[in-house]
């Protein structure tokens, strides 16, 4: 481990500073498809309860690849053959829907939920990590979809007891999103269009990485940050970190022993990085709406950092970068140009594309 990066600057993030990054970390990013409860325990309740698969590794394999992906599942025993009425727990799940050509089946998503724009007027039921199940009932669902169960350890022995079947697939990496999306598209009875958006996004993305593999000239040195208050970045093990390379950086943080390390602003002058792709949302918008310069109101501040002094400060609006969806390919491409350092408006690009 790099001496640079210290215990205190790297520890992992901490419920009630950030809400929105926690409950998009919670949902998202994390190692345990059960937020807040262990792999082990996870896997005592899904068996007590009936659930089909526990966190043991499932193998999906699409038809059109002579592969497996393996997954963590959690699954109630039975499933719907034809789901009509669907309640979706996470953004990326819901845009995978949609993507699936499914998106009229979903009767109700989270808060966060923005992408179509339609889905702003489906009923809510909470947040991410604060489903209320009676607002879920209210549905009247034949299942509900997700990554992760939030901070509600129980949310599954509850949707047992209300004998309403349910679908949860981790989705941490490309991988897990390729087979997550697949898994979701046979659920649904559309497991060829799953297959199909695979190769697109395998394509896309393979191609991309090709591109920045090529490039010829060192790799720079990037920071992929999530959150302001606290400082939250991408370290080795997160869906970012897996982006960060593909699209050709060398992440700062690779030494880190975290995958969302927190971090002081006195760690990240001492790291410099040449480019910061900065995804942080915030209920109130992103700091650079009055920023004074292109770097933004924030990073200004710090106008010793290589990246501030060249202006390769990169800011991303849409939460694309967040969700393991097939939208990712778009976020990559920029990623990959504002890596190289040609995309200084990397969030207006994103929004035209």
Known sequence: MNSNLSEQSMRAPTPGKS??????????????????CEPTSTAKQASSNGASESTQASKV?????PGTTTLRVVASQTLPTNPQRVVTLA?????????????ERIVAVTRYDDYPAKVKKLPKIGGIIDVDLEAVLAQKPDLVLGTSAGSDGNLVAKLEKSKIPYLFVQMNTLEETYGGIQKFGDTLGLGEKAAEIRADMQSKIDAIAESAKSADQPKPRVMLVYGHDPLVAAGPGSFGHEMLELAGGANVLADSPNPYPVLDIE??????????????IAPDGPDKVDAPSPTGAFWAKYSTLSAVKNNQVHYFDDPVLHRPAPRLVEGLEIMHKAIRGDAQNSADALKDD
């Open 19 to 36: 809400h929105f990054f926690i409950a998009l970390a919670a949902a998202l990013l994390t190692g345990s498809i059960l937020a807040g």
């Open 61 to 65: 394999a699409p038809k059109d690849d």
């Open 91 to 103: 953004p990326n799940v819901t845009e995978v829907i949609f993507a699936l050509g499914a998106g």
């Open 267 to 280: 760690k990240i002058l001492s790291l410099n990085p040449e480019r910061i792709i900065d995804a942080t």
